[in-house]
Structures are given as structure tokens and as C-alpha cells.
């Protein structure tokens, strides 16, 4: 029954039920929300970071490596398992983590580190407005908390109505993105020059592979949260592997255009940066709205970590609790979680790698690519991500090795599957596969919701 008083929009776009095959769509929609997904404010931070290691043809390798093969791989497996589900990231965690946990800790995990990227990009756009009206957001803080209050506000109203109103920003929105980078690179080259900028080769402070797990971390996320997205999409293994397109074409240049911007001016922040280069007004309010984009995708992931964290599946209950989470957000960007950027993006990058590997290992090697609304809490899950987790943090802050979310996300993996494994043979329970259960003679049917 549709709900009275309230747009069609919000309706239709429910939190916790399956987008029918009906209101699938092409994969440019999907990959142009990506797109708008990559344009970040941190991205621009990292390029900036990466250029005070290397040189523009280092970076080059240092992109593709981390976009073209760990990033893509990660987001077209979790594309395809929303689009052949249908189901957003914490609602998928049923089946493996059981519905309570992936309500309590996928959910909370989801919703905190979406609030954290939000109010973070929040606050840079406050500042980016302030600078282009006059106001110093170091000193004059009561005039910046008002502009990054409004900015909120404006960011999140497209995510609140739902999936249909961000997918017309987002085809407005990229296309400012693109512009700004145009213009970051035209102003780049007038103030610092190209000689200097292609001669560019400081002294590293970072490896290679250090390189690589900064990219891998600002797009982590990415490999839970996607299919909040592909659920939209067809389920075709072609569809989903286009579809991170939307990241490659507008994450590459974005990373390179932070790097190229930075050289000269010496600094990560890039509002800085832009009053260093001398950016005209208007740059500032194309990099607002262009920040919308990745905006509108964390506000909007963000309601539905929410509305499965609180059981709410209608239109306008995840509506209402992406207002309640814009609002938490907002105070969080006012608290100033700019000044941890580095330490948000380090922890993401242990969380989010361990959750995907068991999402992944349950969806493709347990559960024969079906989802299973199974109750209660998998502890093989809750094992798994713990030692996961753990063994990214040993490889990236006690013994530095590797690559260590791509490490914790294989760990996370194998660690459930043999945990599964194991349980089904000491004590099967409504997480064992029914072929599972028959194998070790076994028939009892499984415990599905």
C-alpha cells in the first residue's frame, strides 16, 4: 500500500526489500553515480600526498596498479552481488553475518565511516564557501559553522528524497567535477609551470606499495557499499564489470589533477591549494557542487546503514533517518574531524576489507550466489573479521607488509570459509548451506526468514 502524503520517489526506494527486476536499469546510471561517488575531496588530499613522494610518471604507475586492478576487481564483485540480490550492502550481510549482527555491527560500521566521509567533505566544502565569500575558516568559526551547516543541508537534500533525485544531480554534478579539473590543471600550469611539474621528483617519504594502500583506502568502501547501487542494475557480469568505469574515469584523473595542483604549493589541503593558485570565486562553487556528487552517495548509504540498523524498510522511514543522520553528520564536520583525516582513512581501511572478504567468500563460495535472510549472529563471521581486521592492522602499523586491505580482506575469506566448514561438521546451524548439512548426513532444514 503506498504511503499517503509522501512523494512517489521516497516510497519506491525502501531500504531493506529487493528493487524489483522491472526497475532495473541501464549501467550508465550506476556507473555515472560511481562517478560522482569518486569525486572526493580526499582524493584530491591523496593526489596532493602522492606528489610529495613522486613524480607525475611514478604516480601514473602507483594509479594504475591501484584502480585498474584491486579497485575494479573489489567493486565489480560487490556490484554483482547487489545487482543479482537487489539488496543494499547491510541488508546482504544477512546471510552471512545474520541478520542481527549485520544490523549492529555492518550497519553501525556502515553508517559511522559514511557519516565520517561525509562530514569530513562537509566541512572542506564549508570552508571552500568561506573562502570564496571573504571569511577566514581558521579564526572566524561561528560564520564557518553557519556556511557548513547550510552547505549540509544542500548536500543531503537529493539522498533524502532517494535514489531517482541523486541520479539528476549526479548527471548535472559530474560534469562540474570534470570542469574543476580542467581548471585545476589550466591554473596549475599558469602559476607552477609545466617544466616544473613534469621535473617533479622530490624525495620519497613512502614505498610503492605504501602508495598503493593510500589509493586502496580512500576508495575501500567502495567494496562494501557498492552494491547499495548496482541493486539498480541489471545482473549481468557484463553490466557490473562496466560499471566501475564511473570510478576509473573520474577517479584517475582526479588523483593526478591533487598531485599536479600540489606541486609548488605544498600543501594536502585544497582549499589552500586553490588560494595558491590563485582560483578566480567561481572555482570554489564549482568545487561545492561538485562535491555533491560523492556527497549525495555517502548521505544516501548512510540512511540505509541506518534504516537496517533500525529495522525500517518504507520510503519514509529511511527518508526520515537520512535527515536524523545528516543532522549527526553535521555536528560531527563542526567538531572538527578534518584535523584526523589520515587516522578516519587508516581505520576504514582495516574495517571495510575484512566485512567484504566474508560477503564476498558467503556469496560465491557458501551460498552459491543466493541470499538467505538467515536470523540471529554468525559467530564464524564475527571470527573471521576480528582476525582479519587484526592482521591488517600487524601489516600495516607493527610490521609494514604488503598490502594490507587487500590482505585483510583474503584473511577475512579464507578464515570464514574454514570456520563455516568446521561448523558444519561440529554443529550445523541455520548459517550451514543445506548441501553442507547433507554432506555430513545431516538433513535438518536450514533456519531461513
Known amino acids: 500500500m503506498e504511503e499517503k502524503n509522501v512523494p512517489k520517489t521516497i516510497v519506491k526506494d525502501e531500504a531493506l526489500s529487493a528493487i524489483p527486476s522491472s ?6 546510471t550506476p556507473a555515472v553515480i560511481f562517478g560522482g561517488l569518486e569525486f572526493t575531496i580526499p582524493v584530491l588530499m591523496v ?3 602522492l606528489a610529495v613522494s613522486f613524480g607525475m610518471s611514478q604516480i601514473f604507475w602507483i594509479l594504475a596498479v591501484s584502480l585498474f586492478v584491486f579497485q575494479w576487481i573489489g567493486n565489480a564483485i560487490q556490484g554483482y552481488i547487489g545487482a543479482k ?13 545474520g541478520s542481527l549482527q549485520a544490523r549492529f555491527i555492518v550497519g553501525l560500521t556502515i553508517f559511522v565511516v559514511s557519516t565520517g566521509w561525509w562530514a569530513l567533505q562537509t566541512a572542506v566544502a564549508g ?22 551547516v547550510i552547505v549540509g543541508l544542500l548536500f543531503a537534500v537529493p539522498s533524502i528524497i532517494g535514489y531517482a533525485s541523486m541520479k539528476w544531480t549526479d548527471y548535472i554534478a559530474v560534469p562540474a567535477g570534470l570542469l574543476l579539473i580542467g581548471t585545476g590543471i589550466f591554473y596549475a600550469l599558469t602559476t607552477t609551470g609545466w617544466e616544473t ?11 610503492f606499495l605504501m602508495a598503493v594502500s593510500l589509493i586502496i583506502g580512500v576508495n575501500v568502501s567502495q567494496w562494501v557499499i557498492a552494491s547499495d547501487y548496482t541493486r539498480y542494475a541489471k545482473p549481468k557480469v557484463k553490466d557490473n564489470v562496466l560499471i566501475p568505469l564511473g570510478i576509473i574515469a573520474v577517479g584517475f584523473p582526479l588523483f593526478y589533477v591533487g598531485a599536479i595542483m600540489s606541486v609548488g604549493v605544498g600543501s594536502a589541503d585544497i582549499v589552500e591549494v586553490m588560494l595558491g593558485l590563485g582560483f578566480p570565486i567561481w572555482g570554489f562553487l564549482i568545487l561545492w ?21 533500525m529495522n525500517v524498510n518504507s520510503g519514509k522511514g529511511r527518508a526520515i533517518l537520512t535527515f536524523i543522520g545528516t543532522i549527526i553528520a553535521i555536528v560531527v564536520a563542526l567538531a572538527g574531524v578534518l584535523n584526523y583525516f589520515m587516522d578516519f582513512l587508516f581505520m576504514t581501511a582495516l574495517i571495510y576489507p575484512a566485512i567484504a ?54 584473511a577475512a575469506g579464507v578464515v570464514y570459509v574454514i570456520a563455516m566448514k568446521i561448523k558444519a561438521k561440529a554443529a550445523p546451524d541455520q548459517f550451514t548451506p543445506e548441501e553442507w548439512k547433507q554432506t555430513e548426513g545431516n538433513t535438518e532444514a536450514p533456519k531461513v526468514s
Request: net charge neutral.
Open 197 to 207: 611539474i613534469s621535473s617533479w621528483s622530490p624525495e620519497p617519504t613512502m614505498t
Open 23 to 28: 526497475e532495473r536499469q541501464h549501467w550508465l
Open 127 to 148: 570552508n571552500a564557501i568561506s573562502a570564496m565569500i571573504g571569511i577566514d575558516y581558521n579564526s572566524q568559526w561561528f560564520a564557518w559553522a553557519i556556511i557548513t
Open 47 to 49: 593526489g596532493a600526498m
Open 357 to 410: 572478504g566474508v560477503m564476498f567468500a558467503d556469496f560465491f563460495f557458501v551460498r552459491n550466489k543466493n541470499w538467505i535472510d538467515n536470523p540471529g549472529w554468525n559467530w564464524m563471521a564475527t571470527i573471521a573479521i576480528v582476525i582479519a581486521t587484526a592482521i591488517g592492522y600487524f601489516t600495516q602499523y607493527v610490521q609494514p607488509f604488503g598490502l594490507p586491505a587487500v590482505q585483510s580482506l583474503l
Open 289 to 309: 557542487f561538485a562535491t555533491w556528487t560523492s556527497q549525495l552517495v555517502n548521505n544516501y548509504s548512510m540512511g540505509l546503514a541506518l534504516s537496517n540498523l
Open 85 to 97: 540480490t537487489g539488496r543494499s550492502s547491510s541488508v546482504i550481510a544477512r546471510t552471512s553475518f
